[in-house]
């Protein structure tokens, strides 16, 4: 395992702040695929990197056939895989809470056929744990965690990065990879566009009677959606989307109370259901940063957008940035230019922020769409619904999309060399 490394000053291909799942994941592809000698730092404020025995995040991420190709070519797919359910088919429902019967509006079963790229559901802390394991194994990466940058200048050579914990680190770009609430994107005077839904996300895991034999629900309820996803064994994770107070009421009751409502929208199809972890729940909202990029600076991940999880999109748009910035990097090592100059940054962002807003801004205009209980929209959104189920050609668009293989796909999310 890799220690922090505490020299005075130290010279980096890149330095990465924040070591999530963006952070990591772009670390080990660049001192994977970079040229020989390319180290990085690695800087995070929580100090689970690399060494952590338990990641508790509750969540079930839902990762596209493209994000598995990027996995796979950093070699972690292979000890993910056995842990990884694959999704075979997706049900989606339009309907009020006590509705007697939840009509089938749109199914994708035919289109999801052996040789369409399809995604699976891996748990948050497997997925952690794999890339964790990989950082703390590759030699090129120095791990700084927990530390944080107590500031950082940038000139037309480079970028000067001050530890919280004394010492500098150079390299000609820093990537911002610290999440949501990024502090480097705040220094950068970097602003957001977005807002807050007056909606939390409730997250856990759940056991169940019967098999879900891969199929993934998503019922769109008045509150919210209400998503059902397969993992490994008789078990589902949830993605509960409820209006605030009602999803504070929720967590702050007992299990049994929670199991009840967790029945009510289940109905009977996998049997009785019982918490298997962790309840948590997430505050959701929309954001994108209105610059991807700065002075010697690019921003990843959460960073740079996020998005509401009704289509469990947001890490999967997060790798994409991933493998665009490690082309981007690559393809301008090769050519012996500046990866942190303006010209390479620009073409990063041009690569990244409309693909980025465009899903924001599809993920905002469903949730809007059909998070209410108006009867006449509900009639407009269950005709457009029924029609996409007819609609075969549209319906493999919309697999093809979700699987992230559509629009500028960056090589390494088509399991293509650099
Ligand atoms: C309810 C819910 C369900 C979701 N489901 C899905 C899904 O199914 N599929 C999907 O693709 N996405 C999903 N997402 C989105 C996904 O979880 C996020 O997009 C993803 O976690 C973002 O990863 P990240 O590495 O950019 O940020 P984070 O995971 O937030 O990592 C940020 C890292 O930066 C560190 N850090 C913070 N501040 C600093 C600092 N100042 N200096 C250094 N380090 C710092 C943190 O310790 C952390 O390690 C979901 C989100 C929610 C809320």
Same mark, same amino acid.
């Given at each position: 395992?890799?220690q922090p490394? !505490?020299?005075?000053?130290?010279?980096?291909?890149?330095i990465?702040?924040?070591?999530?799942y963006a952070?990591s994941?772009l670390a080990?592809? $660049?001192t994977k695929?970079?040229?020989?000698?390319f180290r990085v730092a690695?800087?995070?404020?929580?100090? !689970?990197l690399?060494?952590? @025995?338990?990641?508790a995040?509750?969540r *079930?991420?839902?990762?596209?056939?493209?994000?598995?190709?990027?996995?796979d070519? $950093?070699?972690?797919?292979r000890?993910l895989?056995?842990?990884a359910?694959t999704?075979e088919?997706?049900?989606?429902t339009?309907? %009020?809470?006590n509705? +007697?019967l939840r009509?089938?509006?749109?199914?994708?079963?035919?289109?999801?056929?052996a040789d369409a %790229?399809?995604?699976?559901l891996v748990e948050a802390g497997?997925?952690?744990?794999?890339i964790?394991?990989?950082?703390?194994?590759q030699?090129a990466i120095?791990?700084?965690?927990?530390d944080?940058?107590d500031?950082?200048?940038?000139?037309a050579?480079g970028?000067?990065?001050?530890l919280?914990s004394?010492g500098?680190?150079?390299?000609?770009?820093l990537?911002?990879?610290?999440?949501k609430r990024? +502090?480097l994107?705040e220094?950068?005077?970097?602003?957001?566009?977005?807002?807050?839904?007056?909606?939390?996300?409730?997250?856990?895991t759940?056991?169940?009677?019967r098999?879900h034999?891969g199929?993934a &629900?998503q019922?769109?309820l008045p509150?919210?959606p209400?998503?059902?996803?397969?993992?490994?064994?008789?078990?589902? +994770?949830?993605?509960?989307t409820? @209006?605030?107070?009602? *999803?504070d009421?929720l967590?702050?009751g007992?299990?049994?109370a929670?199991t009840?409502?967790?029945? !009510?929208?289940?109905?009977?199809r996998?049997?009785r259901?019982?918490?298997?972890g962790p309840?948590q729940?997430f505050?959701?909202?929309f954001?994108?940063?209105?610059?991807?990029?700065?002075?010697?600076?690019?921003l990843?991940?959460?960073?740079a957008? &996020?998005?509401h999880?009704?289509?469990?999109q947001?890490?999967?748009?997060? $790798?994409?940035d991933?493998?665009?910035l490690?082309?981007?990097?690559?393809d301008a090592?090769?050519?012996?230019l500046?990866?942190?100059?303006?010209t390479?940054l620009e073409?990063?962002?041009?690569?990244r922020r409309f693909?980025?807003a465009?899903s924001?801004?599809?993920?905002d205009?469903l949730? !809007? $769409?059909? +998070?209410?209980?108006?009867a006449?929209?509900?009639?407009?959104?269950?005709?457009?619904l029924?029609l996409v189920?007819?609609a %075969?050609?549209?319906?493999r668009?919309?697999?093809r999309?979700?699987?992230?293989?559509?629009?500028d796909?960056?090589?390494?999310m088509k399991?293509?060399?650099?």
């Amino acid at each position: 395992m890799a220690q922090p490394h !505490r020299a005075k000053t130290a010279g980096y291909g890149v330095i990465i702040a924040g070591g999530g799942y963006a952070g990591s994941t772009l670390a080990l592809a $660049l001192t994977k695929l970079g040229p020989q000698g390319f180290r990085v730092a690695l800087i995070d404020t929580a100090a !689970r990197l690399p060494n952590a @025995e338990t990641f508790a995040d509750p969540r *079930g991420l839902a990762l596209s056939a493209a994000s598995k190709s990027l996995l796979d070519t $950093l070699g972690l797919w292979r000890a993910l895989a056995p842990h990884a359910q694959t999704i075979e088919s997706i049900e989606v429902t339009d309907s %009020p809470l006590n509705a +007697s019967l939840r009509s089938h509006f749109l199914g994708f079963d035919e289109e999801m056929t052996a040789d369409a %790229p399809r995604a699976c559901l891996v748990e948050a802390g497997k997925l952690l744990r794999v890339i964790s394991d990989a950082v703390g194994s590759q030699p090129a990466i120095d791990v700084f965690a927990p530390d944080s940058i107590d500031r950082y200048e940038s000139n037309a050579f480079g970028v000067s990065v001050h530890l919280e914990s004394g010492g500098t680190l150079q390299a000609p770009l820093l990537v911002a990879a610290d999440g949501k609430r990024s +502090s480097l994107r705040e220094r950068a005077g970097i602003k957001c566009i977005g807002w807050s839904y007056p909606q939390v996300g409730i997250v856990a895991t759940v056991a169940h009677e019967r098999p879900h034999h891969g199929r993934a &629900v998503q019922h769109f309820l008045p509150a919210g959606p209400f998503a059902i996803l397969p993992l490994k064994g008789d078990r589902s +994770s949830i993605v509960w989307t409820e @209006e605030k107070t009602q *999803g504070d009421a929720l967590m702050a009751g007992s299990d049994e109370a929670f199991t009840a409502e967790l029945m !009510r929208r289940f109905g009977h199809r996998l049997g009785r259901v019982s918490l298997e972890g962790p309840k948590q729940s997430f505050p959701l909202a929309f954001q994108l940063a209105r610059s991807f990029v700065g002075d010697r600076l690019a921003l990843i991940g959460d960073a740079a957008h &996020v998005v509401h999880p009704l289509a469990g999109q947001g890490l999967n748009i997060g $790798l994409r940035d991933v493998a665009a910035l490690t082309e981007t990097i690559v393809d301008a090592l090769r050519l012996g230019l500046d990866t942190g100059s303006a010209t390479t940054l620009e073409r990063y962002q041009r690569w990244r922020r409309f693909d980025s807003a465009f899903s924001g801004t599809v993920m905002d205009g469903l949730n !809007r $769409l059909f +998070s209410n209980d108006s009867a006449p929209l509900r009639a407009i959104r269950d005709l457009g619904l029924g029609l996409v189920d007819r609609a %075969p050609g549209l319906k493999r668009f919309l697999v093809r999309e979700a699987a992230g293989a559509t629009g500028d796909v960056p090589r390494l999310m088509k399991g293509e060399a650099l």
